[in-house]
DNA sequence: CCGGAACGTGGAAGTTATTTGACCGTTACA
DNA sequence: TGTAACGGTCAAATAACTTCCACGTTCCGG
């Protein structure tokens, strides 16, 4: 499933894992060093590094911390010894998880897959409410799966309403959001805007469910 | 630091927990039941969720089922058992982190800033490649601080590159992800693009440091 | 209930972006 | 070295967007 990079000194420990974690659907790529996986990471960049913290050479922690300075990269530090504060240096390095062997595969894979998915919903470009997607890296929207086309004006204003959650924005704020520049503070290009985006998310645009009017004040985006 | 949620029905282990994340500069609220937990994140939601297993009434693991539907929001789960399966059943349910109690403060205050840490960094609205800057969140492009205006298509295409970085692609691939409709395979649309961009972004468009021509192929954007 | 303020709505006019085709220079390959 | 395919560039036509205005509706205090 994923391209793994796994260091580990220990041949047995190694070989095991890796046959595991290939068992388990995952392409891996195993080295015995530090500066091995440093080599392979600025090659080619594998999705997730699985680091022993016990290595000859580089130890773990550092080759974590080297990483960091390439790539921003999960890592998960495996290690043998559990000490409190081990787990903290070895976070505060910039790992992601720290792993106390011996660890049965599953659980390793369920970690790998945790810290995949927490990376992959994070850096999505979408987000949701309800009904309403909005992919901010295709720079479309969609309403219960069928494309809504908005310009970019209404893009950017609904974007500026949903990254405030809950918040109401003035008119003020929304021009100077939006449309940047010292305009004439026609404050009626906010309201004009927000109807065409409500002609085109809400379902009964008199009643609105996404994009609230709080009256004397601005607009408030919030989930229906 | 952070709003945390934070749901322990053991008084002494809530409080005590609650007394040193706080010390730890974290901000704090603390429930005993999953109920009421589900109904602080549907209210004001915070920035992480730390919840016991073993919980009266609904359990932690299905708590954290129910939060998933709502929200992509980091959850820790905290537990008594260690078992294997409990934690790959935890992290399956969707948990970011799973820890084994007794823990150590300072040890989880690593867990819960290694699992931000990874949030922050991969949510960030900005992308940046040298001297030229995409910000996502306003949907705006800066080169070497100056701002310069992209249209909507010209934004999109450059979207698509940048999400691939390193990888050619197509004219068909690009017609289809930025201009949606199946077009006339042989136009100039993206070629005209293209080159409006290199306008724009380019210190000599006539020596792309960006978006290179790969003949025969399409497109490629690799950072300088 | 009335009057005024705030907001919703539709449309016309002006502005900007996109598309298209023609033409030219470059490159790959025989 | 010839030539066909490929990509770069430009300008004009077309399409889309934004702005602004005018009028209708709703809301709220008096």
């Not at 992959?120 to 890296?137: H, P, Q, T, Y």
């Not at 809950?166 to 009626?188: E, F, I, P, T």
Request: hydrophobic share 40%.
């Amino acid at each position: 499933m994923a391209g793994i990079l796994l260091v580990e000194d220990d041949p047995s420990v190694r070989t095991g894992l890796e046959l595991a974690l290939t068992r388990q659907g995952h392409s891996v790529t195993a080295y015995a060093t530090g500066e091995e996986a440093l080599d392979h990471v600025r090659a080619r960049r594998p999705e997730i590094v699985i680091l022993d913290v016990m290595l000859p050479g580089i130890d773990g922690v550092e080759v974590c911390r080297r990483i960091r300075r390439l790539d921003s990269l999960p890592i998960i530090l495996l290690t043998a010894r559990g000490d409190d504060l081990d787990v903290v240096v070895g976070l505060e390095a910039g790992a992601d998880d720290y792993v106390v062997k011996p660890v049965e595969p599953r659980v390793l894979d369920a970690r790998i897959r945790a810290v995949l998915r927490r990376l992959e919903s994070a850096s999505s470009d979408r987000i949701s409410f309800g009904d309403l997607v909005i992919d901010r890296g295709a720079l479309k929207v969609t309403l219960s799966g069928r494309e809504v086309h908005l310009t970019p004006t209404e893009l950017r204003l609904l974007l500026e309403l949903v990254r405030h959650p809950g918040q109401v924005l003035n008119r003020r704020h929304l021009l100077r959001a939006v449309w940047d520049h010292n305009h004439v503070a026609d404050s009626r290009l906010v309201d004009a805007c927000v109807q065409r985006i409500r002609a085109k998310i809400e379902p009964v645009p008199a009643e609105p469910v996404y994009i609230h009017t709080v009256r004397g004040f601005g607009y408030r985006f919030s989930p229906p």
